[in-house]
């Protein structure tokens, strides 16, 4: 993103916004600014001040790093469900049955399992730098997206996002989940 590009931070409220379905009038009150106001900041005619933009994120579901990065696309965030590999290799073995799946390639990563139970306390959103790729291994998982309907994962599903967007899990079924997280973060990193 340009960062001396005011109509940047715009578009992405704008487009979170319209995405959301919230009228440019009630975003306006609910941040406590005027609809005039708003509307130069979606066309890049004014920058948001920065009580303004932590206003705007709060309303739209949003961190105020998430306004400053563009908007998210659609290629972006990938679901990849059971049997839906980008890539199957057959690996060298005495019966010809082993295969590696290939699921989702990102850069350097670090890896967590995750396992819970219904009833855990899983609340809250989270966010951070980099991409995020998780895989179910057992179960099934609820992902919510800030300002997106929250996507069902089961068994062999796998998503990824950028880790700037807001985004919380929920154990769904009666059973427990077992996740895989994969972080491309500046952490993960090797130094050079």
Not at 60 to 86: K, N
Not at 142 to 164: F, I, Q, W
Request: hydrophobic share 40%.
């Amino acid at each position: 993103m340009d960062h001396n590009d005011p109509s940047a931070v715009g578009r992405t409220i704008r487009s979170l916004r319209v995405r959301q379905g919230i009228t440019m009038v009630h975003l306006a009150g609910r941040a406590g600014i005027s609809q005039s106001y708003l509307s130069e900041i979606e066309t890049g005619k004014a920058s948001p001040s920065l009580t303004t933009l932590f206003a705007l994120a709060e309303q739209l579901g949003m961190t105020p790093a998430g306004l400053l990065r563009p908007p998210v696309r659609e290629d972006e965030i990938a679901v990849v469900r059971a049997g839906e590999a980008a890539d199957a290799y057959p690996v060298s073995d005495t019966t010809g049955h082993v295969r590696f799946r290939a699921v989702l390639r990102h850069g350097p990563l670090s890896v967590s399992e995750f396992a819970a139970a219904p009833g855990d306390d899983l609340t809250g959103d989270f966010s951070h730098s980099g991409y995020e790729a998780i895989y179910v291994a057992h179960g099934s998982l609820n992902v919510t997206l800030a300002g997106r309907e929250p996507v069902l994962l089961t068994a062999g599903d796998t998503m990824s996002y950028p880790g700037e967007i807001p985004h919380s899990w929920q154990v769904a079924g009666t059973g427990p989940v077992r996740v895989l997280q994969v972080l491309d973060t500046p952490a993960a990193h090797p130094p050079h």
